[in-house]
């Protein structure tokens, strides 16, 4: 606290006769009290303006006015109202946070973790007793058998569709080759395609592509609810054997035509109506389209498979999930308890300090600081007059004993209440 002289009358410092600064001091004893303006002028004097002298009277006009408070009770009593009801919110809030630390520890801690043991427990149920949970037996076996078959079905339906494809649109049949066999699985299909340019071999690769598309979206509408997924599942079918019915017509076509050219019997031109009395056409359908269904009947089975064991793995894995989410809220608590106590030990320090407050002398600032500041107004009275010394060096002591003895005193104390979510 810097000592300020601007409040105080510009004659202050001005040099006076010996004679006017005695009357001055006698005036003072003669009524029997001496302020502490007139005691630092009079201790100046004693001192002969020495800084240990200053030093030492700062000290005893401290303590004096530290024992006039100290005799005044009644004002102690009401300044010491303030901290008493610190000391009570304080304590107040403490006690919360305990309850708070002790709730989080003893309920809510050993609750997730109960919690957690059950989740494993019925994770390990699952697992012993899936059929508990899906209704249905789950055998591995089975899945992976059909799913072996749904591979092979595949590659047949790829060799099919791909050979009877190219021998229905782009193969030219040589009397050689009227073996309906042959011209089923053409063994060399995709070469000849290569043969024949890139677009005709993009459309045999892709064209079997059509017709697994057209059975996984069977699949798919049977998933849906409503009797129009009849409706479209059946129009599927139907699409998938009239394209059958097309290629099984173009191959036996042309091995018909072949057969008439070289034939001496007068024979009719090629028909649905001999198609349909043609055994060749009825084996390129049921090689292809009753192929597509047994496809399409293992396509179910194995999704069916498949989804009852991923439904025991998401519920695994949902379980899981749970378990991890309680075991960051458990550490998440473990820290906030952490918080709470080092809250709690600030506190109880603070509480310490406000009864010791409580207990002891309560010290004014303002009061105190004016005592002092009158006692250097007295001080620099006597040594500004006609002698020679180094102001600031007063002022240097002046606010070093303020700043150790009153700037340092506080009146309140700010609790530390951590934020903390005790669910």
Wanted: net charge neutral; aromatic share 12%.
């Amino acid at each position: 606290m810097a000592f300020d002289f601007s409040k105080f009358k510009p004659d202050i410092f001005k040099l006076k006769p010996k004679e006017e600064i005695v009357n001055d001091v006698s005036n003072e004893q003669s009524e029997g009290h001496i302020s502490f303006e007139k005691y630092g002028f009079r201790q100046a004097g004693h001192m002969n303006g020495a800084t240990e002298g200053l030093k030492i009277c700062l000290h005893r006009v401290f303590q004096e006015r530290l024992a006039e408070m100290r005799r005044d009770e009644a004002k102690q009593q009401e300044l010491r109202q303030p901290f008493r009801k610190s000391l009570q919110d304080l304590t107040s809030i403490n006690e919360g946070l305990e309850s708070q630390a002790k709730s989080l520890a003893v309920e809510t801690i050993p609750g997730k973790q109960k919690r957690i043991e059950e989740l494993k427990s019925g994770i390990a149920d699952i697992r012993k007793n899936p059929l508990d949970y899906t209704g249905n037996h789950v055998g591995k076996a089975g899945f992976y058998i059909g799913l072996t078959i749904l591979a092979l079905l595949t590659v047949y339906l790829f060799v099919f569709y791909s050979s009877a494809s190219y021998s229905a649109l782009f193969k030219n049949f040589t009397p050689d080759e009227t073996v309906i066999a042959k011209a089923i699985f053409d063994a060399k299909a995709i070469s000849n395609a290569i043969k024949d340019g890139l677009s005709e071999l993009i459309l045999i690769l892709t064209i079997p592509a059509v017709f697994l598309g057209l059975g996984f979206l069977i699949h798919k509408f049977q998933e849906t609810k409503g009797n129009s997924k009849y409706v479209k599942i059946t129009a599927l079918l139907i699409i998938t054997f009239i394209f059958d019915v097309i290629i099984a017509y173009e191959i036996t076509e042309k091995i018909y035509e072949i057969k008439r050219g070289g034939s001496f019997d007068n024979l009719p031109p090629y028909s649905f109506k001999l198609a349909f009395s043609n055994m060749s056409f009825w084996l390129v359908i049921f090689a292809g389209f009753i192929v597509y269904l047994i496809w399409g009947f293992v396509f179910d089975f194995v999704m069916e498979a498949y989804s009852k064991l991923d439904y025991v793995k998401v519920h695994i894995k949902v379980k899981q999930e749970q378990i991890e989410a309680l075991e960051k809220e458990i550490q998440g608590h473990e820290v906030k308890i952490g918080e709470l106590k080092v809250a709690i030990e600030k506190n109880n320090s603070a509480i310490r300090d406000l009864k010791d407050t409580i207990d002891g002398t309560i010290i004014q600032p303002k009061e105190m600081s004016e005592a002092l500041s009158q006692f250097m107004v007295g001080w620099h009275k006597w040594i500004a007059n006609g002698k020679e010394y180094n102001r600031s060096e007063h002022n240097k002591i002046y606010e070093a004993f303020i700043s150790t003895n009153i700037s340092s005193i506080t009146t309140a104390i700010n609790p530390v209440i951590p934020s903390v979510n005790a669910n």
